[in-house]
């Protein structure tokens, strides 16, 4: 702990800290070109142990509880919600997976903004927050995973084999 605060102003610092981080990440994002998005990086690619999406299913039952987290894609102008398919054309469907590569990072900076809590709470409560990032955005991380898979999915079946 660099900063000494009471545990009560360090809360308090630690909220204002969250929602700087979320909104800010957001919003420097946003202002990324789509096309910076358009494949996967290290950090997106499909992972063998999600099995095409269908880990998410059958381990988290995540059709059960994906709609219930906020979506705020559209929250800055000319942002692009991902909360329902509203066009299945090739360059939306394109375009909806390259945007949930954009969440999927957004959300990932934001979780491991974690540590730097620890400037300013005690260990015990800096612990907390890296928790908290954790639990907060690691949900968000699999609905894009999964719902980019799904996506995949469907534009392989759109292709001709050759």
């Given amino acids: 702990m660099l900063i000494q605060l ?15 981080i979320g909104f800010s990440t957001g919003f420097l994002l946003h202002k990324v070109p789509v096309r910076r998005f358009d494949h996967d990086t290290w950090l997106t690619r499909p992972r063998r142990f999600e099995d095409e999406g269908n880990f998410y299913q059958r381990r988290l ?14 929250l800055f102008p000319d942002g692009f919600s991902k909360r329902h398919l509203t066009n299945r054309s090739t360059e939306h469907l394109e375009r909806f997976m390259a945007e949930t590569r954009r969440a999927e990072t957004v959300h990932w900076l934001n979780l491991s903004a974690g540590p730097l809590f620890l400037i300013w709470c005690r260990p015990l409560l800096g612990v907390f927050m890296i928790v908290f990032g954790v639990v907060a955005h690691l949900p968000f991380v699999m ?4 719902n980019r898979e799904r996506l995949g999915r469907l534009l392989r079946r759109r292709r001709p084999s050759s």
């Fill in 143 to 146: 609905v894009q995973r999964y």
């Fill in 61 to 74: 039952k995540i059709r059960n509880w994906k709609d219930r987290l906020p979506e705020k894609g559209d």
């Fill in 6 to 20: 009471p545990d009560i102003a360090a809360v308090v610092v630690s909220v204002l800290a969250w929602l700087f």
